[in-house]
């Protein structure tokens, strides 16, 4: 398979090519050439393990790998997962939960971040190189990445977050790994302008080489990749729970890498009535999909940090799709878009008309008042993401195609959301409460590009 980028440049990259390079020369996002159709194959996939499953949808896109090295990677990756199933999916009240918090830093970071760290281990040692990471991170991301990352011989990891905008235990889950190999860099800024100075870093194509810069956000086309695996898991599990042949998923929306995960799925062929997008205030998504109108608004700081977002990067990848692939056209929205933060995509202010994919809001109060509903009335906890897509998902409901709820965090992640909303201390975990008190490490920079490149090159030594 070859991935070619969003905006038509001559770039056409094998699939491990595409890993180490991140982001397109042209600043366009890599997508496989072709989508295969893997309809006839749903029946015989519905019996497969997580791991038999995942061999079996990543050996499509990855066709330079050996079967055998792939196998080894998925088994690796998923060994530190504390679920049997990796994944599960739980029935709750009304809707299916599908827990994807069972890695190592309990968000659904880690099913893509466990993996992209198996990934360039290997490619890296058979081209006897190095790889320098440079990340922006909302707050999950960045935790994700150093436990898929940390004490690896051949890659170092610089990742940016808003100083005092993620949570304190996200910042602890950060600042309290010592590996050499990790920089924590906390940016006086949004995660917005966390990611416009990575964005500029790759677009610095001199200091890019230099430095031989690689990406691991949502950007990297490994991270859907291993995310596309769970649409296929999930569905499987629930249309035989409920004798449906179809199902539809609530995605709690940021950067559009999980959902646009799902888009593929459904792309390819797996039954999906609704993929429906959630929002939390940042619904710089959900008003496009109300108005047709993509334009960027403040970012406001709420419950649900790794959704405060106003520019969702992974967002290109669907309008390419949406253009019918004309590049051309890519290229003119992104160039707009870039220039004067909003662009049109309908004529005259109509909604966004799309087969599968259809969006919706939560603000603070919804967050608070379903996180309550589903203690008191399911004894379930939810983490104020999951909230959101579980609050966006009832307007949708649909007998004929149960809801899947994708479950993106631990509740024990956003414990002061869940003291809000139940009035109780309910929501811990081990591997959180232990991190208090322990050693940190970070650098304080401003939210400036000049001086961030300056600190990676004086870290790196050139
Ligand atoms: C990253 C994240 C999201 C948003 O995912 P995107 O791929 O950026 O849309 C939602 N919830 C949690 C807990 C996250 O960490």
């Known amino acids: 398979m070859d991935y070619l980028s969003t905006r038509g440049g001559p770039e056409r990259l094998p699939f491990q090519d595409t890993i180490l390079t991140g982001l397109a020369r042209d600043g366009g996002l890599f997508l496989p050439a072709d989508t295969p159709d893997v309809s006839r194959r749903l029946k015989e996939w519905s019996q497969l393990s997580y791991t038999e499953l995942a061999l079996e949808v990543m050996r499509l896109y990855a066709d330079d790998l050996t079967v055998e090295e792939l196998r080894g990677m998925i088994a690796r990756s998923y060994a530190t997962f504390r679920h049997g199933e990796i994944t599960p999916v739980v029935a709750v009240g009304p809707i299916h939960v599908l827990e994807l918090f069972h890695g190592p830093t309990l968000a659904f970071k880690d099913v893509a971040l466990q993996f992209l760290g198996q990934l360039f281990e290997s490619v890296l040692a058979r081209r006897d190189t190095a790889l320098n990471i440079v990340a922006a991170t909302s707050g999950d991301t960045g935790s994700a990445a150093i436990q898929g990352l940390r004490g690896r011989q051949r890659l170092s990891l610089f990742v940016l977050h808003p100083h005092g905008r993620v949570s304190p ?68 599990r629930v249309m035989e729970r409920t004798g449906t042949d179809r199902v539809q998923f609530s995605v709690p929306t940021g950067n559009f890498g999980d959902i646009f995960a799902g888009y593929l799925a459904w792309r390819m062929g797996l039954p999906v009535e609704r993929l429906i997008l959630a929002t939390n205030e940042n619904d710089i998504l959900a008003r496009c999909f109300a108005t047709g109108s993509y334009s960027t608004g403040e970012v406001v700081a709420t419950l649900s940090p790794s959704m405060d977002i106003q520019v969702a990067s992974n967002f290109e990848r669907y309008l390419y799709y949406r253009a019918d692939g004309n590049t051309d056209q890519v290229r003119s929205w992104m160039r707009d878009f870039k220039a004067t933060g909003s662009i049109s995509l309908t004529p005259d202010g109509e909604p966004l008309d799309d087969p599968v994919m259809v969006a919706g809001r939560g603000d603070t109060e919804a967050t608070l008042a379903t996180i309550r509903n589903y203690w008191e009335r399911h004894n379930y906890l939810l983490d104020p993401h999951t909230a959101v897509g579980v609050h966006v998902a009832a307007q949708f409901a649909d007998a004929a195609a149960p809801t899947i709820c994708l479950a993106t965090a631990h509740p024990a992640k956003f414990g002061n959301a869940i003291l809000q909303a ?37 870290v790196l030594g050139g």
Request: charged share 15%; aromatic share 8%.
């Open 169 to 236: 235990i996200q910042a602890l889950q950060m600042t309290t790994v010592l590996d050499g190999n990790v920089h924590n860099l906390a940016i006086d800024g949004t995660f917005d302008d966390c990611q416009n100075i990575v964005k500029g870093l790759f677009s610095d194509l001199a200091f890019r080489d230099r430095h031989q810069l690689g990406a691991i956000n949502s950007i990297n086309w490994a991270r859907v990749l291993a995310q596309m695996v769970y649409y296929f898991y999930a569905a499987f």
């Open 422 to 458: 139940t009035g109780k201390d309910l929501a811990h975990h081990p591997l959180l409460d232990g991190l208090k008190g322990l050693p940190t490490r970070l650098t304080r920079l401003p939210a400036d590009q000049t001086v961030v490149a300056a600190h990676i090159a004086k």
